[in-house]
Nanobody, 127 residues
């Protein structure tokens, strides 16, 4: 089993920056990749960015050039640096992880490919 705990949510103005963190615990060797998803009210959960242990990264088109995902292997932590934030970025942000060996990991930003989820952290961008 793996537990994921997010932190760093909050409110920010349009154009501002914010960083989210997600720390994994438990059987951390069993998960790869890890990443971030978000869900706004009335919308489906969408993939934002994911990172493999080998450093391979995928971003949603909507955040390319603005968001950066990174990881610290020793701390089992994944970060999401969000810059140039827009009101459309307002959502509950979830950390997720795929359990190795459980299904095909494609497409990489599909929420269905992930087996562990954090409780979510709210990010609100005001205009």
């Amino acid at each position: 089993q793996v537990q994921l705990v997010e932190s760093g949510g909050g409110s920010v103005q349009t154009g501002g920056s914010h960083r989210l963190s997600c720390t994994a615990s438990g059987d951390t060797d069993s998960i790869d990749p890890k990443g971030w998803f978000r869900q706004a009210p009335g919308k489906e959960r969408e993939g934002v960015a994911i990172v493999y242990n080998d450093g391979t990264i995928y971003y949603a088109d909507s955040v390319k050039g603005r968001f950066t995902i990174s990881q610290e292997h020793g701390r089992h932590t994944v970060y999401l640096q969000m810059n140039s934030l827009k009101p459309d970025d307002t959502a509950m942000y979830y950390c997720a992880a795929h359990e190795r060996g459980r299904g095909v990991m494609w497409p990489p930003l599909s929420a269905q490919r992930y087996h562990y989820w954090g409780q979510g952290t709210q990010v609100t961008v005001s205009s």
